[in-house]
């Protein structure tokens, strides 16, 4: 199928159809298979990054992905955002402030986005990492309200149960209640969307935590501790760099958090009630 046969309507899925056994017994009929098409993002004009992603949500996308990379230093920077669809994907038009055009050009990427990859097309190695503010001590939290939000961030994947294909991000409170969800096929774009929607919710990010579905990446880690979030915790585990960067910057970074299992890589105070520092 061409990807200009895909509708592109608001969804992340599309009945195709399917052949395969099961039980050995051979069947022919459509299931649903999590959508994944090519998102342009555009400031003031100016093409920046090319990601595949599912097509829900993209205005949270749009913004989480500005705030996570340092473009935006807030929501109010952003002006607004046009959605253009087309035959070879969608383009997310953004117009921002001159501060952030002018912080955008100063660290360009030529990005061509994969869904399990983070860092392409960065253009050197300077770009990797960025100087990012130390997360404040506190709150303190407890093993069991990460666990309940890893339970209740499984039960909210809506698109994931359909098509077994997707990702998801959610903010928790200190209780552990999964007050935000969002899912793409790419676990960098969901938390994106996650981070975008935070950032336009009424909800204090400092005052909870972060619940991802994927392993705890480096970028994984930058873009939680960039929306001032104190807690990663991730249901696969994390890398050196990644542990490094939370380490650095105060952040409490869980990996492996199946049921009331876990393991901690980075200031464990703050799971033991007591304020991390960084």
Request: proline fraction near 5%.
């Amino acid at each position: 199928m061409n990807l200009a046969d895909i509708p592109l309507r608001p969804g992340g899925a599309e009945l195709l159809p399917v052949r395969g056994v099961r039980a050995r017994q051979a069947f022919d009929n459509r299931d649903w298979v999590a959508v994944e098409i090519p998102v342009a993002l555009e400031f003031n004009g100016i093409a920046h990054a090319v990601m595949l992603a599912t097509p829900t949500d993209l205005a949270d996308f749009a913004l989480g992905f500005a705030l996570s990379e340092g473009i935006l230093l807030a929501r109010g920077e952003l002006y607004g955002i046009e959605e253009e669809y087309g035959p070879e994907g969608i383009t997310l038009k953004l117009e921002v402030a001159s501060a952030a055009f002018a912080r955008l050009k100063e660290r360009r990427r030529s990005m061509a986005g994969r869904t399990g990859c983070g860092l392409c097309g960065t253009e050197s190695l300077a770009h990797v990492s960025r100087a990012l503010p130390a997360l404040p001590p506190g709150p303190s939290l407890s093993k069991s309200a990460v666990a309940r939000g890893m339970r209740e961030l499984a039960s909210l994947q809506v698109l994931q149960k359909v098509t077994g294909a997707v990702h998801a991000a959610a903010w928790c409170t200190a209780e552990g209640e999964a007050l935000l969800v969002r899912e793409d096929v790419g676990r960098h774009n969901a938390l994106d969307k996650l981070v975008g929607a935070l950032a336009k919710s009424t909800l204090a990010a400092s005052t909870g935590f972060i619940a991802v579905t994927s392993r705890a990446s480096f970028e994984m880690v930058q873009k939680t501790v960039a929306a001032g979030v104190p807690l990663l915790a991730a249901v696969s585990a994390s890398t050196s760099m990644a542990t490094a960067v939370a380490q650095e910057t105060g952040l409490t970074l869980a990996g492996f958090v199946r049921g009331d299992d876990l393991v901690i890589y980075t200031h464990p105070g703050r799971l033991n009630g007591q304020p991390a520092t960084a």
